[in-house]
């Protein structure tokens, strides 16, 4: 190559940069430098160590979109002695992995050095793609790190994925997107208003490039002046609500205590003022999924499974999709039975423990499922309930001292109150008296299949 093509190469290069869009021209060049996923490259975390010491094996960086795994990526690859290669899913196919390949097997073979594949969007690879890289991940030929977005047990294959360690990045807090706003602004030179700021913060939902991407934007429309609200809604073609950190925990309390209120209609519309706003739809999941035992508890048991149905959907589809699957969880919750009974049955077992009622393990109810166990009395005097009519004998279950004790009292709402006649009809039952009653044999000769405690 002539000096002067090497002159050109570098012009080009610089003008790139300089061109290059902001989140390009702020990427982190350091595992100091990145904000947030602490639980990683914070000090003393598990992937810092590997990738300061180079010896990072095969990995799946899984997370939401603008999240640090690309700029995870490039740190490795200014900190590994191997040769750094680095592939787009989206592009690349089987004669790229090959080429990939034949290049790492040479450069191992002539020079002793290993090489790093970096595939980006990883679940684009389809499985035969997936299953080339096979060999040479499996015989430490080449090191792969996979970024994805999607769920890698159902986009990655089994092989591969059980051949890698599992990194997953998490959605960017308040404060990490802050961080990166004002080191932005100081970059660039700039200012933005409070409120502006705060709905940044908010409509990037978790994602560094997002934000940046809209900021670089407004910054150009305001003008020279600080970014305003409107600066912000041209810059994204679409209304931005105000939606700070109060609107951030009061909408939310509405949904909730609406849902709590047997009232949908109420529930769907905070639910929609949250989505419209940009709300992260985990964070809605999550609450959804407690306010599910909380608040409605066993007379709606299928009411977990529906909550926790939507969060997954909410990890697997992503909005747009997943709003129905938030509103299904919504409506449901809201039209099923009350009880908070589970809530304070379980305040009043902590409430038992926290004073300092601590009890002994009743002697028939303690392992006896290992070797000498049955000597010092172990399980001695437990009846396996399965032996008995009805799956159920008369035996002691709680410590000395606590016969009298009643932590959950079933309400007369949806299937509670099925559950509460059950109660009723066992304990009319029981005798009451201290270990084991009722008739059958003695434990040690009756318990469930395979030794189970």
């Given at each position: 190559?002539?000096?002067?093509?090497d002159?050109?190469?570098?012009?080009?290069?610089?003008?790139?940069?300089?061109?290059?869009?902001?989140?390009?021209?702020?990427?982190?060049?350091?595992?100091?430098?990145i904000?947030?996923?602490?639980?990683?490259?914070?000090?003393?975390?598990?992937?810092?160590?590997?990738?300061?010491?180079?010896?990072?094996?095969?990995?799946?960086?899984?997370?939401?979109?603008?999240?640090?795994?690309?700029?995870?990526?490039?740190?490795?690859?200014?900190?590994?002695?191997?040769?750094?290669v680095?592939?787009?899913?989206?592009?690349?196919?089987?004669?790229d992995?090959?080429?990939v390949?034949?290049?790492?097997r040479?450069?191992?073979?002539?020079?002793?050095?290993?090489?790093?594949?970096?595939?980006?969007?990883?679940?684009?690879?389809?499985?035969?793609?997936?299953?080339?890289?096979?060999?040479?991940?499996?015989?430490?030929?080449?090191?792969?790190?996979?970024?994805t977005t999607?769920?890698?047990?159902f986009?990655?294959?089994?092989?591969?994925?059980?051949?890698?360690?599992?990194?997953?990045?998490?959605?960017?807090t308040?404060?990490n997107?802050?961080?990166?706003?004002?080191?932005?602004?100081?970059?660039?030179?700039?200012?933005?208003?409070?409120?502006?700021?705060?709905?940044?913060?908010?409509?990037?939902?978790?994602?560094?490039?997002?934000?940046?991407?809209?900021?670089?934007v407004?910054?150009e429309?305001?003008?020279?002046?600080?970014?305003?609200?409107?600066?912000?809604?041209?810059?994204?073609?679409?209304?931005?609500?105000?939606?700070?950190?109060?609107?951030?925990?009061?909408?939310?309390?509405?949904?909730?205590?609406s849902?709590?209120?047997?009232?949908?209609?109420?529930g769907?519309?905070?639910?929609?003022?949250?989505?419209?706003?940009?709300?992260?739809?985990?964070?809605?999941?999550?609450?959804?999924?407690i306010?599910?035992?909380?608040?409605?508890?066993?007379?709606?048991?299928?009411?977990?499974?529906?909550?926790?149905?939507?969060?997954?959907?909410?990890?697997?589809?992503?909005?747009?999709?997943?709003?129905?699957?938030l509103?299904?969880?919504?409506?449901?919750?809201?039209?099923?039975?009350?009880?908070?009974?589970?809530?304070?049955?379980?305040?009043?077992?902590?409430?038992?423990v926290?004073?300092?009622?601590?009890?002994?393990?009743?002697?028939?109810?303690?392992?006896?499922?290992y070797?000498?166990?049955?000597?010092?009395?172990?399980?001695?005097?437990?009846?396996?309930?399965?032996?008995?009519?009805?799956?159920?004998?008369?035996?002691?279950?709680?410590?000395?001292?606590m016969?009298?004790?009643?932590?959950?009292?079933?309400?007369?709402?949806?299937?509670?109150?099925?559950?509460?006649e059950r109660?009723?009809?066992?304990?009319s039952?029981?005798?009451?008296?201290?270990?084991?009653?009722?008739?059958?044999?003695?434990?040690?000769?009756?318990?469930?299949?395979?030794?189970?405690?």
């Open positions: 190559m002539r000096d002067g093509d002159l050109f190469a570098t012009a080009a290069r610089d003008r790139l940069s300089e061109r290059a869009p902001l989140a390009a021209r702020l990427r982190p060049r350091s595992l100091d430098e904000i947030g996923q602490q639980h990683l490259v914070g000090p003393g975390a598990p992937l810092r160590v590997l990738v300061e010491a180079d010896r990072l094996s095969s990995a799946i960086l899984w997370g939401p979109p603008g999240t640090g795994k690309t700029t995870l990526a490039s740190v490795i690859a200014t900190r590994t002695a191997k040769a750094f680095s592939l787009s899913a989206v592009t690349a196919g089987v004669k992995v090959r080429e390949t034949e290049g790492a040479r450069r191992l073979g002539e020079q002793g050095v290993g090489t790093i594949l970096f595939l980006d969007e990883v679940h684009r690879f389809n499985r035969a793609q997936q299953d080339a890289l096979l060999p040479s991940v499996e015989d430490g030929l080449i090191v792969l790190v996979g970024a999607e769920n890698p047990f986009e990655v294959n089994a092989p591969l994925l059980s051949r890698s360690t599992l990194w997953r990045l998490e959605p960017l308040v404060d997107l802050t961080a990166v706003a004002r080191r932005a602004l100081a970059a660039e030179g700039g200012a933005i208003d409070d409120d502006a700021l705060a709905a940044l913060v908010v409509v990037a939902g978790g994602d560094a490039r997002a934000l940046l991407t809209t900021l670089e407004a910054l429309l305001s003008g020279g002046r600080p970014v305003g609200l409107g600066d912000l809604e041209r810059a994204r073609h679409s209304r931005l609500e105000r939606y700070g950190t109060d609107d951030h925990y009061d909408q939310i309390s509405a949904c909730i205590k849902i709590r209120g047997s009232d949908p209609d109420a769907l519309y905070w639910l929609a003022r949250m989505l419209e706003a940009g709300e992260d739809p985990r964070f809605i999941a999550r609450r959804l999924v306010l599910a035992s909380e608040d409605v508890g066993e007379a709606d048991p299928l009411a977990l499974v529906v909550a926790d149905a939507a969060a997954r959907a909410v990890e697997l589809v992503g909005l747009p999709e997943a709003q129905l699957n509103a299904q969880a919504v409506v449901h919750l809201a039209c099923a039975p009350k009880s908070n009974r589970v809530t304070v049955a379980l305040g009043r077992a902590r409430a038992e926290a004073a300092g009622r601590y009890r002994d393990v009743p002697v028939h109810l303690r392992d006896a499922h070797q000498g166990a049955g000597r010092i009395g172990h399980g001695a005097g437990y009846r396996y309930p399965h032996d008995y009519p009805g799956a159920w004998t008369d035996q002691r279950y709680r410590p000395e001292g016969d009298d004790a009643v932590f959950y009292e079933p309400s007369d709402q949806g299937h509670e109150a099925t559950i509460g109660l009723a009809r066992l304990r039952r029981s005798s009451g008296a201290p270990g084991c009653s009722g008739g059958g044999a003695p434990g040690g000769e009756h318990g469930p299949p395979g030794g189970t405690a």
